[in-house]
């Protein structure tokens, strides 16, 4: 499956002058949420990254995502592993568990995201899940940045990666954009444009 390709059929491989959350400004901008609006390509994209797991051997109880960003995918995948589905969310800016989400001692989950970029929310979510007794066996995403290591592109994690380097993480593609610190901006600098941030235009 080419799931650059099927980004870029829903539209959500924006090409443009973007401002990240992290600040850094990019040519490229992955809107996850207008892939998973189909509910048929969110299917097909979870039973083909249900399966990378399945292959593994690995034994999944629950699937856990950080709000809002991995919701989708984490519930498309808990369905491909038929599995529970949980997710955290931030409260006064801490990721916690709430909702009844009940998390059992030694029960094993995967934590997915949209998309994993240095792995940041993922693992303070992980941190959570731990926290209450249960095991993180894996993390999985719709597509790697490039700043993490994935199982089968066996690439070394970069510096800025913060998931742990002894659990594996899955992911269907590399998604590997050059990102600029304002100041080295080539998009600025030509002068042409100002870099924004998708979302906040009604789009
Ligand atoms: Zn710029």
Redesign the pocket.
């Not at 901006?185 to 600098?189: A, I, V």
């Given at each position: 499956m080419n799931v650059e390709q099927v980004y870029k059929d829903s539209s959500a491989l924006l090409q443009g002058?973007?401002?990240l959350s992290s600040g850094n400004?990019?040519e490229y901008y992955l809107q996850s949420a207008k892939v998973l609006e189909d509910p048929k390509t969110a299917k097909m994209l979870a039973v083909a990254l249900a399966k990378q797991i399945k292959d593994s051997g690995i034994k999944v109880d629950a699937v856990c995502s950080p709000a809002l960003g991995g919701i989708i995918a984490g519930f498309a995948l808990a369905t491909a592993l038929d599995v529970r589905f949980i997710f955290a969310e931030r409260v006064d800016g801490v990721m916690s568990i709430r909702r009844g989400f009940e998390v059992k001692d030694g029960e094993n989950y995967v934590m997915c995201e949209d998309i994993i970029t240095t792995g940041g929310s993922a693992l303070e979510a992980a941190k959570q899940v731990e926290a209450s007794g249960g095991n993180i066996v894996a993390f999985a995403a719709l597509a790697n940045r490039g700043f993490c290591s994935r199982v089968g592109n066996n690439a070394d994690p970069k510096a800025n990666c913060k998931l742990p380097a002894n659990t594996p993480l899955f992911a269907l593609d590399d998604f590997t954009f050059e990102m600029?610190a304002?100041e080295d901006?080539?998009?600025?600098?030509e002068g042409k444009?100002?870099?924004y941030k998708p979302g906040s235009r009604g789009n």
């Open positions: 002058h973007f401002k400004h990019s600029y304002p901006c080539p998009l600025c600098k444009s100002e870099a």
